[in-house]
């Protein structure tokens, strides 16, 4: 497609349960990032990825989340055993390699945790 | 990693000019900067990215003074449809791109 994919746009779950987010990237972008939002707030980093290196997953808020992508196409963001405060919306971001390039949003996830 | 910080919010009338300053005080070498818009329900969009002295397009221009400790974003005559949330960011390099609070801009009628 055109733009960043993020798919579901809405997710509501119930406390306890997993969660699975995808986002498909823009094709030829090498970088894939992904954000948490909470109402009103700035994103918080989660997890970048870069190609085939091994991704920078500092941003991760606790061994609850994880995220994989297979070489420079599809991503999935998981959230085991989903807790209220999980609740936010999910962006991701593709960019081609280097410095400069600017970053592409999808329009996100909606996850309530009920 | 380069800290940004900017006005939690600002408002302002419809065909004012708007600046919007961030100050990064520990930019280095090969930082540049870049600002992205966001408008509720949608991920943030890139306005406009310099390295020193001021970039134009036809969104928005970007001032960078000498030591580029800091740098301000201006919309000429903004409009409502402005109203949004405005991020700064530095850095270099892909793992780089973490996002401060952003300034939250409204345009009064």
């Known amino acids: 497609g055109a733009g960043v994919s993020q798919s579901p746009s809405n997710k509501v779950t119930e406390k306890g349960k997993d969660v699975e987010l995808r986002c498909d990237p823009i094709?030829?972008?090498?970088?894939l990032y992904w954000y948490r939002q909470r109402l009103g707030q700035g994103l918080e980093f989660l997890i970048y990825f870069q190609g085939n290196s091994a991704p920078d997953k500092s941003g991760l808020p606790s061994d609850r989340f994880s995220a994989e992508r297979t070489g420079e196409s599809v991503s999935t963001l998981t959230i085991q055993r989903t807790q209220q405060e999980d609740s936010a919306v999910y962006l991701c971001a593709s960019s081609l390699a280097g410095s400069r390039e600017k970053l592409f949003f999808g329009s996100g996830t909606q996850l309530s945790v009920l | 990693l380069a800290k940004t910080t900017q006005p939690i919010s600002m408002d302002s009338y419809e065909g004012q000019e708007v600046n919007i300053t961030c100050s990064h005080n520990?930019?280095?070498?090969?930082?540049?900067i870049t600002w992205y818009q966001q408008f509720p329900s949608q991920g943030p969009r890139f306005i406009i990215q310099g390295y020193k002295t001021k970039v134009t397009n036809e969104v928005a221009s970007l001032f960078i003074p000498a030591d580029r400790k800091s740098s301000t974003l201006s919309l000429p005559r903004v409009s409502l449809s402005d109203t949004a949330v405005y991020y700064c960011?530095?850095?270099?390099?892909?793992?780089?791109?973490?996002f401060g609070a952003g300034t939250r801009l409204t345009v009064k009628p």
């Open positions: 960011l530095v850095g270099w390099g892909n793992n780089d791109m973490r």
């Open positions: 520990n930019i280095a070498t090969n930082d540049y």
């Open positions: 094709s030829g972008h090498t970088a």
